[in-house]
């Protein structure tokens, strides 16, 4: 039955329990379990006319088909729920250019079970490079072999597709463990699906160079390979597989090295890691084992009030039934009955949540019990949790009436097992993990660590006394030999009792005390960039990004190519990230469109030696680009009515030059008796004071006239990022501004009566024959764009017209 609010299900298997484990496996593995992914792209890339009637283009609409075939992925397009209602990372709302609108993004949504989505996304992602004009080839590697050859942070990739300028997209390294076996050598797309494949997109001869290069790199590591074997709970493995993958995933990339899991649900509890660094393989263990102590094992035993051998203790099957389905739908665990026994397996709160219930049922109070809880725990906290002489240990079993023992499980972690005859283990379990170690890691540049520790560690002992925590500097020496804490950066860790926890952020503060604050503070910052101009940052700008990062100590750290995440982390003290991040946006083009109605005219003018020099002048004086993107007439109707725009492209550091730009442009329309839609934040109104002309030398390109705004319902129309161009809905509420009309308010408070009859005329809409306008049921047309294609409808929405953000309200009211 479905659980989780509809994001999982939940099933109760019985019978004998080898069969039952086997059972078990196979669901894990085949659980019809619906993963989802987004891909963002912009509307002109698969669309034709991508603002009217949008319609898939017919070779993309191929494409899609070939990919969910192949893939065995839905794929879906449809309109993006968060379409540009905010200014991009590095523009500032009030910059003035908010008259112009970014492009228009939509969303591929691929949806499907286990590793199709991935596959989809991978295959997604090379299919929107083709149609960008990139070459793209695929090379096989040995999966096992790409972490190890991708690098620590991906590092040696990262430089890869710097000097070649491509996109490398790398398989899912855990593919094939979860959901339907796609691998079928019988099927002619069964190369496409292999594992072993990574897609590089570029210019044709730099992708031959990162191709070249990645397999001199693949080939050069069998030598240096090391494994290391090590044991973990077979339901651990389980658990880390399917509901921590990400996890995993982070762990492999952070270390560079591969992770090789048993099948799902097998009960085999070995697992191999494979790395060329023998430092990066024990790190990777040990972060395994760290997230192998979140997953709880509790036990309830059920005992007879007295012995009989020959009638056993026996409860009803179906009561038992009854019984772990309830438990395993309210607390998300996993419940298991066998021999008088009640199992709850996950997480701390569900386990506990679940022996909490099964206390309560009125069956087990028939029956004498006993409660165990299983705990696993790094084998370097064993002293700091027993306390001196098992002090701590001794007055936990002493106050809450439960036993306590320490049980070897194998080279890196201990067991902790915790066992009472009633309520009381919870309350010992409680003071158990107040005593588990917290711990926070962090970074301090090593120059500054004696300065910290003080002469003969006085200076760290009293803040250590003070906060009650224990903390650990790690020289250049240890800091290789253990490879970083937490993060790969970190080389200072702080321990204390969970108690305790608050004062860990407490002593880092007091540690940083003593660090310069361009040294102090090492945070990660994310910043936003469209994901097309990645390849150019890393590529061509290379350059400007190592400055930068000389410049303000820190790092640059691009997504993996085949998350499709827009998202770049810089690594840097707290003091200059913003730098960093400004600096970089100096390097990212900004583009943003104006739209203008249907005009006759309007393909003749921009075709003119005059908008040829405006454009020149623009580009010269403001470091704007104008592109025009207007389709001829042809008996009196436009190729694609409701297209043209202008295509404004600059520095984003220039961004504040587009709404001076923007004005020059539309003047010039203007006068050549070209129709533009009026602008929601009025930026070419004066101001209607008797100052307004006192001093027309002031209004120049350099400093702005103060500008008046209409009044709006209840948003601030400044901070809106597509005011220029009509939604769907606003279509028809909106009047053009003519060409031979006066923008100065105060003439148009000279023709009150005119005004006041287009208002009412565009109420009733009896528009003009040139206004923009759509069909009203355009707002809920199906564009043929399937949602899936595999014939199943969905519920999604195609194309559903934004809301309006703001209305414009009309020179009526304002009246």
């Not at 090590?230 to 995933?249: G, Q, Y």
């Not at 005992?303 to 179906?318: G, K």
């Not at 960093?580 to 583009?591: G, K, N």
């Not at 694609?640 to 730009?661: E, I, V």
Request: with cysteine; aromatic share 8%; charged share 20%.
């Amino acid at each position: 039955m479905l659980a989780d609010h509809g994001r999982g299900w939940n099933f109760l298997v019985t019978g004998a329990y080898q069969q039952v484990m086997i059972t078990r496996g196979m669901i894990l593995k085949d659980c019809p379990i619906q993963h989802r992914a987004t891909i963002k792209v912009a509307r002109s890339e698969i669309l034709d006319s991508p603002t009217s009637k949008p319609q898939l283009k017919a070779d993309v609409r191929l494409r899609l088909d070939e990919i969910a075939s192949q893939t065995m992925a839905h794929i879906a397009v449809v309109n993006s729920p968060n379409n540009n209602r905010t200014p991009p990372d590095g523009i500032s709302a009030a910059a003035g250019w908010s008259g112009l609108e970014t492009e228009r993004v939509c969303e591929l949504v691929i949806t499907g079970q286990g590793d199709s989505v991935d596959l989809a996304r991978v295959r997604l992602l090379v299919m929107l490079d083709e149609l960008s004009g990139l070459h793209s080839e695929a090379c096989e590697i040995e999966y096992n072999l790409h972490p190890i050859v991708a690098g620590r942070k991906r590092s040696m990739l990262q430089s890869i597709q710097e000097e070649t300028a491509t996109n490398i997209y790398l398989p899912s390294p855990l593919q094939g463990l979860v959901g339907p076996d796609l691998l079928n050598p019988a099927s002619p797309s069964s190369a496409l699906r292999n594992n072993n494949v990574i897609w590089i997109t570029g210019e044709f001869f730099g992708v031959q160079r990162a191709r070249d290069m990645l397999l001199q790199v693949a080939a050069s590591k069998p030598q240096s390979i090391i494994s290391r074997d090590t044991a973990i709970l077979p339901r651990k493995l389980d658990w880390m597989v399917t509901d921590r993958a990400e996890d995993l995933k982070a762990i492999m990339s952070d270390n560079g090295t591969f992770i090789q899991f048993p099948a799902l649900g097998s009960s085999t509890s070995l697992i191999t890691v494979y790395g060329d660094h023998r430092v990066s393989v024990q790190r990777t263990i040990r972060s395994i084992m760290q997230l192998a102590c979140q997953y709880y094992v509790g036990s309830f035993w059920l005992l007879p009030v007295q012995f009989n051998a020959l009638l056993p203790p026996t409860l009803n099957a179906s009561q038992v039934s009854s019984i772990l389905k309830q438990i395993s739908m309210a607390t998300g665990a996993e419940v298991v009955f066998k021999g008088m026994c009640f199992e709850v397996h996950g997480l701390e709160f569900e386990v506990r949540q679940g022996i909490s219930m099964i206390m309560e049922l009125e069956l087990v109070k028939a029956f004498h019990h006993e409660i165990r809880f299983q705990i696993e725990l790094a084998n370097e906290h064993r002293e700091f949790i027993s306390g001196k002489k098992n002090g701590k240990i001794n007055k936990i079993m002493q106050s809450a009436n439960v036993k306590i023992k320490f049980e070897t499980f194998n080279d890196h972690n201990f067991l902790i097992d915790i066992a009472g005859p009633d309520g009381s283990i919870l309350k010992g379990l409680t003071l158990l993990q107040e005593e588990l170690p917290a711990e926070i890691s962090f970074h301090v540049p090593e120059g500054y660590h004696k300065r910290i520790i003080g002469v003969g560690g006085r200076s760290i002992q009293r803040i250590m006394k003070k906060y009650g925590v224990y903390v650990k500097f790690s020289n250049a020496e240890e800091f290789a030999a253990l490879g970083g804490y937490n993060d790969n950066e970190d080389n200072v860790v702080a321990r204390t009792p969970a108690k305790n926890a608050n004062n860990l952020e407490h002593l880092k503060q007091s540690v940083m005390e003593l660090v310069n604050p361009k040294d102090k503070d090492y945070v990660n910052e994310t910043v936003s960039v469209p994901r097309r101009y990645h390849r150019t940052l890393l590529g061509e700008k290379s350059i400007f990004i190592h400055d930068i990062e000389a410049k303000t100590n820190s790092r640059f750290r691009f997504p993996d190519k085949e998350t499709a995440s827009d998202v770049i982390t810089i690594f840097g003290p707290e003091s200059q990230v913003q730098i960093a991040s400004a600096m970089l946006f100096d390097h990212v083009p900004f583009e943003a469109d104006m739209a203008v109605p249907p005009s006759p005219d309007l393909y003749l003018v921009v075709q003119s030696p005059d908008f040829a020099a405006l454009v020149e002048r623009i580009k010269r004086d403001f470091q704007v680009a104008i592109t025009p993107n207007v389709k001829p007439w042809s008996n009196g109707v436009s190729e694609a009515s409701g297209d043209n725009t202008f295509k404004f492209r600059c520095q984003r550091s220039n961004s504040d030059f587009l709404a001076a730009a923007r004005e020059m442009l539309e003047q010039f329309l203007l006068n050549h008796n070209v129709h533009i839609y009026p602008s929601a934040t009025a930026h070419t109104h004066k101001r209607g004071d008797s100052f307004a002309e006192a001093f027309p030398h002031f209004d120049s390109k350099l400093l702005s006239a103060h500008r008046t705004r209409h009044t709006v319902d209840s948003t601030t129309v400044a901070e809106s990022a597509d005011l220029g161009r009509p939604s769907e809905l606003q279509a028809q509420d909106r009047r053009l501004r003519m060409a031979s009309s006066s923008p100065d308010v105060k003439a148009a408070f000279k023709g009150m009566g005119h005004a006041t009859h287009v208002s009412s005329a565009s109420h009733h809409y009896s528009s003009p024959s040139y206004i923009y306008s759509i069909d009203a049921g355009d707002e809920s047309v199906d564009y043929g764009v399937p949602l899936d294609y595999s014939g199943v409808r969905n519920s999604l929405e195609y194309w559903t017209p934004l809301p309006p953000i703001v209305r414009v309200a009309a020179m009526s009211d304002l009246l």
